[in-house]
């Protein structure tokens, strides 16, 4: 209790500009957790039917393949399917190439949407958090004017705890946001780069199949 009360303290002491970077800490946190549990399930699908599809592809038996990638949501699964379709109609290398690319810039939106809100978050956090302690002091200070002398150094202590309740709360918001967006954003390339290896991987495998069988 003695923590909670603390803390509601230094909120309560913060100013008027501690309710909007609140805001803005659900907003990130909200992002984060929608963001984290995304990309964990799309890795863990990705992989999944990855390892189902790769056997069928190598034994050359596209059938298979494609029955299991075309009721398939995944991000893989789109962009396998664009690759069989084309292979079907031309198998040359380049055309599936170009149609296994544009599968991959369709489900490229949805993976790397709303992360990039974070470093904004942790931006307008710290931005906030100044223009809180400058209205804060400027506050003070106007009251120092008609103040009682006794007084004074009272209400400049009490401005300037303002003033820099509201400058902490908006670091304590902005640091670990762009922390986190450092990592979803580490998280987010290595999934794009694994969907681009996967791409690769598939060329090669029907390609060199189709050539194998011409020769």
Known sequence: ????????????????????????MVLALAITLERWIFLRRTEKENKKLWNEVQPLL????????ERLVRDSDTAIGRILSNGIAQSRVENKRSEVEIATEEGLMEVLPAIEKRTHYLATFSNLSVLMGLLGTVIGLIGAFAALGSADPTEKADLLSAGISEAMNCTA?????????????????????????????????????????SRSGNA
């Open 58 to 65: 190598t034994r050359g038996e596209l059938e298979g393949a």
């Open 1 to 24: 209790m003695d923590l909670l009360s603390a803390i509601v303290t230094f909120f309560q002491k913060g100013g008027l500009f501690m309710y909007p970077i609140a805001i803005v």
């Open 169 to 209: 709360f908006g670091l304590m918001v902005a640091i670990p946001s762009l922390m986190i967006h450092a990592y979803l954003q580490s998280r987010t390339t290595s999934l794009v780069d694994g969907l681009e290896a996967v791409c690769a991987k598939f060329v090669s495998t029907v390609c060199g199949r």
